[in-house]
């Protein structure tokens, strides 16, 4: 199953990618917000599969916007490919992988303007996202996949200057400037996927690629995230893991490449969808 959030409304894409609105073609026993549908995603996900869709509506891709936009937790993995963490200068992380938070009022639909941070060096980093379904809390990688409700394409944009300032990093701040945490354009499930531990993702600038991989490179795969993130803490319905990027960021190269006015960003993953920011001094 596909879901989105279109115009603020959570709806089902069909397979002729149309849009049916959840609360209209359940009556009501389930709401429009794309964020709550998490409280209650095996309830949903047991009415949706059983349901007879009506015929679903036409839509636009600016029109969507981010399948998890107001979660409590935003988990943001770095350092997670080797190639990656070889480009930033460090060594891989064998037990934990470094882990922030990008704020939520950074969070956007799929297809948006992105204003540039004055005097930064804004950098693209193409993710898989994971979105939370129900609770995990101390759970084990055999059972991760079942905790989660589906998977997202999502952009750590990030501003190297005010993340790597001072004397520890800002991570954080440096990856939340307006506009810098896109995700979309659909939440896919698990089983939708032909393969939800091996998806190829990529990432281009104005039509040129700057990432490839896969996403069984991840040093830390999606189960053994949820696994190591919550040993210390509840993943919520709804909470968000950025995974991490792959090789081919800007801080990476020689020389250095930032992001400019009127490039387009588009970040891609297999079976998921695409990502579209154009950025603007
Ligand atoms: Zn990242």
């Known amino acids: 199953m596909r879901t989105a959030n ?3 409304r959570l709806v089902i894409i069909t397979d002729d990618d149309t849009a049916v609105d959840v609360e209209e073609a359940s009556d009501g026993r389930f709401g429009p917000d794309p964020q709550n549908i998490y409280e209650r995603w095996t309830d949903f996900r047991v009415w949706a599969a059983n349901a007879e869709l009506p015929a679903g509506r036409p839509f636009a891709a600016a029109d969507l916007g981010s399948p998890a936009p107001a979660p409590r937790q ?3 993995v770095g350092l997670n490919y080797h190639a990656h963490a070889d480009e930033s200068g460090f060594e891989s992380p064998d037990t934990l992988p470094p882990t922030f938070t990008k704020y939520v009022s950074s969070i956007t639909g799929p297809v948006t303007d992105v204003h540039l941070p004055e005097d930064g060096h804004t950098d693209w980093e193409a993710e898989l996202v ?3 379904g129900e609770t995990a809390h101390q759970i084990g990688e055999d059972d991760a996949w079942l905790h989660i409700a589906g998977l997202t394409v999502g952009q750590d944009i990030s501003e190297r200057i005010t993340q790597l300032s001072g004397p520890a990093p800002q991570f954080g701040l440096g990856k939340s400037y307006p506009g810098f945490t896109p995700m979309g354009p659909y939440l ?9 531990d091996d998806l190829e993702l990529s990432c281009s600038i104005n039509g040129e690629e700057v ?3 896969r996403t069984r490179d991840l040093i830390f795969s999606v189960p053994a995230l949820v696994s190591r993130l919550s040993a210390i803490l ?3 319905p709804g909470d968000v ?3 991490g990027t792959p090789a081919g960021v800007g801080l990476g190269r020689t020389p250095q490449r930032w992001l400019s006015d009127g490039d387009v960003l588009v970040s891609y993953i297999e079976g998921i969808g695409e990502l579209r920011q154009t950025f603007h001094a």
Request: aromatic share 4%; proline share 7%; hydrophobic share 55%.
């Open 188 to 196: 896919v499930t698990p089983d939708a996927l032909a393969d939800s």
């Open 130 to 132: 994971a979105v939370i």
């Open 74 to 76: 935003v988990l943001a």
């Open 6 to 8: 279109l115009s603020g």
């Open 241 to 243: 893991i950025f995974t």
């Open 234 to 236: 509840p993943l919520l």
């Open 211 to 213: 990432q490839k991989g």
